[in-house]
């Protein structure tokens, strides 16, 4: 780092004011914060990161006494007395977060990354944004946010995670948005003057930035605040409702003893009591249910006799009426009685809000209540309603009116605290702060808050109005703070990770931009070379095609050749034995054909990744036998020694891809033999057994034409000979050691070759099997008499391909009936029934695939197998033709030993289903 300042004085100013502007900055924009005091930005923390970048861990202290001094006077205001000293670990932990922060960002800057805005490279302008801006701000929001939650009430450990990511957030955009500007405003004031490129743009893009952060998280905030105020109307109207059924079931109850004793002519205090407990275990909130005689005051004696006799003498009429002319009502039974023994022989009619509740005219259709009381039963007392319903005698033949014949009260106690915190639990109450008044009391009869602290909104009330059995009670609401920052918090963490994901683009691509002129020339002469290298492998390219489509050319007309020539000869003669050694011939340049095809086709899986290996048993004695077969054979035909040395004398079974270790041991010994012309060619196996697998080690050796060294690092590219020149001696496509190349890898094997011009080559092979088990490999064997039986339908749109199945069918003596398309086979099948259809996938009017398809809505796989019959051989033909409803695949050229096989399967299948 190579900043200096203009002066002694302009490096103490910057000092001071850096940490000035850490406080201030903070203040400012607690404006807009969250009702949780989670900033949306924190432009602070850009002010921490350029402090540490300019002077390391000595700007540390100004970090650490500017954070505690905001985050003071933010949660406890300017008076500087401590509560705990919790309070005093909270803040500083915060500040810590805050300085720890500060120096890893800076010190990444210091002695790796160096001035944003003269970035070295790129890579350095992503690493800023990535681990400067954003990665290594999760040290001030993990620390700060645990002091938070461990320390003050108003963050809730339920949202930590959410008010970490917040915290994380606002400091990444306060770092990328204001660091770029800060230096800028340095640059222009304290530091000697730097060669900062596009001043103006800088300035405009971090302002605009700043600007839009501030304004669209203020306005989003606002909107939260909206959407809080409009949920906590609708939320007083729903505790107004669910408080309405809940004190109407308060009523219910009380009704409900009446109506039980009200049927009753007689009742006494057993059958009161379990009553009252019934309604009690049903209704959790009563308090207590007692019954009231209503008597005239001349029969006061006769009702303390009732007393004395039930009670022992323990229970004295109490309560004197407030009017000579008053009946009274005396509580005659309580449950629980213990718990309420003193209400027992209690005037009601001596307490004026009783008296109001009693000779209210409404009582006779629905229970009436006192204002709420104080339960003095209960330590410390908690506040109830007295709810009274009435009693008629039974005998009454009057209307029910206030004056009827009443002969008592059933009266139920209701705790208010248990009938209101049921309804908490059944709305999102605790989401705000609420308080209930009874009548025009001022103080809170039940509240969910501290009442020495006013509520958090205290300044935005919500209120309403609960009438009930002639009372009035009022309900007060107001929102926490931490309900209307959680209301939307998904939403605003998506917003504030959608500003941030912008910002750092926006400042890479600002900052990717002041780079640009720095590093245009080089960027010129880069792209110049690259677009040099890119040529010469266009070229390279270009050549080894032209190359390999003169390879291809030669290598196809030449079997081509034999079997059009042999062809045509065939129509010249009529000798029997001169045609069968024409056949022999057509067959073999066929063959080899089909070869160089298969070559092709296998390059082209490997490279796309769609050749899939097969893991079976197999007998690697029986494998060495074949190819020892086949090259004892084609050796002789040259005059060469062939020679197979092998260490296996009796079957080993190993697990692994018998078909293409076989394909790359033929690949490697007929090349030995086609470029050896004398001596020998030998092919040496040494299998070596481990505790878990077969290390199987092949050599292959020639004393042929050899290959020069210059050859040897390319001999396994693809398309790649020693001589590749179309009139060279020896044939081939090139592609056989890549095949064999890739194949080797595939299996987790090793291929390489040793070489010398003119002496002979040597290719070792070796790879690792898992031991398989022992099973009888011999292909089985068909009847031809049993394929016989069937009944075919061929679809074959082309003449050739007629002739051949026709004949092959005719060979086996098979009934069949021939289509040139797939609408002809479908139409057929469904007048007709047959066996098997033979299907080719390529046909006009309509083709295999429709054709299959269609016939797969009439008749199942069971019913009439389908056999593609086609020259679409990738895997993802057969699966796809497999998927569309073929039985099973089989591959153009035909084979008639696997048409056989196949036929035989299906005729044994065709046998199974007649005889069930």
Known sequence: MHIQFRSPIHHLLAYIGLALGY??????????????????????????????????????????????????????????????????????????????????????????????????????????????????????????????????????????????????????????????????????????????????????????????????????????????????????????????RHVNLSMLAVQGVAAKLQSLPQFDQAKF???????????????????????????????????NVLYRNEVKLHGLPLNQRDPMVVVKYVSPQAENFASLGFNIYSRANRKAALEDPEIILQPRATNVVKLVQTHPTKPAYVLFSPVFRQNATTPQTINADIVGYAIGVVQTDVLLTSVLKTTLGNNYDLAFYDGNSETPFFSNYDLAQKPYNADTHYNTQIHFAGQTWRLTLAIKDSYISNLNHQQTIWLLTIQLSICALI????????????????????????????????????????????????EIRTPLNAVIGFASLANTTQSVDTLKKYVTNIDMAAKTLLGLVNDILDITKIESNKLHLERRDFDLQQLLTRVDSLFATSAKEKNLQWRLHSNVEHAVWLKGDELRIEQILINLCSNAIKFTDSGQVGLHCEVTESQSDYRVQFIISDSGIGIDATHLAHIFAPFVQADDSTSRRFGGTGLGLAICKELSDMMGGNLSVESQLDVGSQFHFSLRCPFGEAHSNQLPDFDETNIATLSILVAEDNPVNQIVIKSMLDSFGISYQLVDNGQQAVALAQQQSFDLILMDCQMPVLDGYQATTTLRQQFDQQTLPIVALTADVMPEDKAYALAIGFNSHLAKPL??????????????????????
């Open 507 to 554: 400042t890479f691509i600002v900052l990717l931009y002041n780079y640009q002129n720095i590093a245009l020339n080089h960027l010129v002469a880069a792209r110049t070379e690259s677009l040099n290298v890119a040529l010469q492998d266009a070229q390279k390219a270009n050549h080894a095609k032209s190359r390999f489509l003169a390879n291809m050319s030669h």
């Open 273 to 307: 009591m379990q009553i009252a407990e019934q309604q009690r275990a049903r209704y959790p909130f009563l308090f207590a249910v007692s019954w009231g005689q209503r008597i005239a005051q001349s029969h006061a004696n006769d009702l303390q006799s009732e007393l």
């Open 895 to 916: 084979d008639r030993d696997k048409l056989g096989a196949c036929l035989a399967h299906y005729a044994k299948t065709c046998s199974k289903n007649s005889s069930a």
């Open 23 to 244: 406080f201030g900055f903070g203040k400012l924009f607690t404006l807009i914060a969250f009702q949780d005091q989670v900033l949306p930005i924190w432009l602070p923390a850009g002010i921490a990161l350029v402090g540490s970048y300019l002077w390391g861990w000595r700007f540390a202290p100004a970090i650490f006494i500017a954070s505690v001094l905001f985050n003071w006077t933010t949660y406890f205001g300017l008076k500087p007395h401590i509560h705990s000293y919790s309070d005093i670990l909270q803040v500083s932990m915060v500040a810590t977060g805050a300085v720890v922060q500060g120096l890893i960002g800076g010190y990444l800057m210091r002695f790796w990354l160096g001035d944003p805005l003269l970035m070295r490279s790129r890579k350095n302008i992503a690493y800023y944004v990535l681990l400067v801006g954003i990665i290594a701000n999760v040290a001030s929001a993990n620390i700060g946010m645990l002091a938070l939650s461990l320390f003050n009430p108003l963050y809730a450990f339920s949202q930590h995670w959410q008010n970490v990511i917040a915290w994380w957030l606002g400091d990444s955009l306060g770092i990328l948005i204001f660091t770029p500007l800060l230096l800028m405003l340095l640059n222009l004031t304290v530091f000697e003057p730097r060669n900062y490129q596009h001043k103006r743009i800088i300035l405009a893009t971090c302002s605009i930035l700043l600007l839009s952060v501030t304004a669209t998280t203020y306005l989003y905030n606002q909107g939260n605040l909206k959407a809080a105020q409009r949920e906590a109307q609708r939320e007083v109207n729903i505790i107004e409702n669910v408080v309405l």
